[in-house]
């Protein structure tokens, strides 16, 4: 297979394939632009399928970084890492010792930052090996401190994001009573579903995990449906929050949702699945643009001046980047990811 070849390649400037024998590590870290500043994204541990998916999946996700950071106006190119492997089973020490001395070896091009299957305490464990991660250092919060899990940061995003489509789209301020299907309930899934309960919404979900079912039915008087049954359900705001290109031709004849707002990366299996939303009626909240908020966390603790003001408001100016795109897709008739592309590289290739 040809890695240059791949329609997902996108011109990027940097691809490393990592190998360690005596770990098992088997990763890639994808540098793809760093105009403004430092690649950083998270490292994805994942049991791929193949050596291919992996591939599509780190170059997707290091091009979509270039535009979160952009369209975040933050100092920061796009990179992302994956780690073929089971994080449950597979995760060792040595593994991650390995991974961290490949971050190394690039020399401050890319930032590791936790992902689907990593977490603070990798990070933490990997900074005795390299000087190149993120997301490791406790911040202020309004009840104490948190660590530097930049989660609750992405959930509070995508949050601000919902309204922002809800607005849009249903001409309404307020999210009482609205009916929203989330998809995923990891660390920002769970989060964001809280805050929408907390906000008056009623609630569906999902996971392919038992666990967070059983927690979000209890805490948060959740409906738990089963995971194929999360795209045709009745409600307001479909929100994908687990992997990628879950937005396709099986799924978008299912939805019945007027709004496609959530934290997962990549929701879009091909570019052209945005169009068929708009077609079909249905607003989609750009993923990279709605779930911006992790790597601005990231990015502020990097800049050493952390203040938990400047970063709520550089939080929820998401909301203005959202009504932005949306007030431009109507005007020029187009998809809201194709005006969000647009305004990104306009940042980042100037």
């Not at 997301?135 to 948190?146: L, N, Q």
């Not at 496609?260 to 990279?288: C, F, S, T, W």
């Not at 050493?304 to 932005?324: G, P, Q, T, V």
């Amino acid at each position: 297979m040809s890695v240059f070849s791949l329609s997902d390649f996108a011109d990027h400037e940097q691809v490393v394939f990592c190998s360690d024998e005596k770990s098992g590590l088997k990763a890639i870290i994808a540098v793809h632009n760093s105009n403004l500043g430092p690649a950083l994204g998270g490292c994805r541990m994942w049991p791929y399928a193949s050596e291919e998916e992996a591939i599509r999946d780190v170059l997707r996700l290091s091009r979509g970084m270039t535009y979160k950071s952009a369209m975040a106006n933050l100092k920061l190119g796009g990179g992302k890492s994956v780690i073929i492997g089971n994080p449950r089973t597979d995760k060792t020490p040595e593994l991650l010792k390995a991974f961290a001395q490949a971050v190394e070896r690039v020399n401050g091009r890319y930032i590791a930052a936790e992902d689907s299957g990593t977490g603070v305490d990798d990070m933490k464990y990997m900074s005795q090996f390299t000087d190149h991660v993120a997301g490791i250092i406790d911040k202020p919060t309004e009840s104490g401190v948190r660590n530097g899990d930049p989660s609750p940061a992405t959930a509070y995003g995508t949050f601000v994001g919902i309204k922002a489509a809800v607005k849009e789209r249903l001409g309404r301020d307020s999210l009482a009573g609205l009916k929203v299907a989330v998809q995923g309930l990891g660390n920002v899934g769970f989060d964001l579903a809280r805050q929408l309960k907390e906000a008056g919404a009623q609630l569906w979900v999902t996971d392919i995990h038992r666990e967070p079912l059983v927690r979000a039915a209890k805490e948060i008087d959740a409906t738990v449906v089963a995971p194929d049954e999360i795209f045709g359900l009745d409600v307001d705001v479909f929100a994908p929050c687990a992997l990628g290109a879950i937005l396709n031709d099986q799924t978008i004849p299912l939805l019945k949702a007027k709004v496609v707002a959530g934290a997962a990366n990549n929701q879009l299996a091909e570019p052209r699945h945005g169009a068929a939303l708009m077609h079909k009626g249905i607003l989609y909240a750009p993923d990279y643009v709605i779930n911006a908020g992790g790597i601005i966390d990231v990015y502020y603790e990097r800049t050493c001046n952390f203040d938990r003001a400047e970063l709520k408001r550089h939080i929820e100016s998401i909301y203005d980047n959202l009504m932005e795109i949306f007030a431009r897709a109507r005007k020029e008739e187009r998809p809201t990811g194709e005006v969000a592309d647009a305004i990104a590289e306009e940042r980042f290739k100037r």
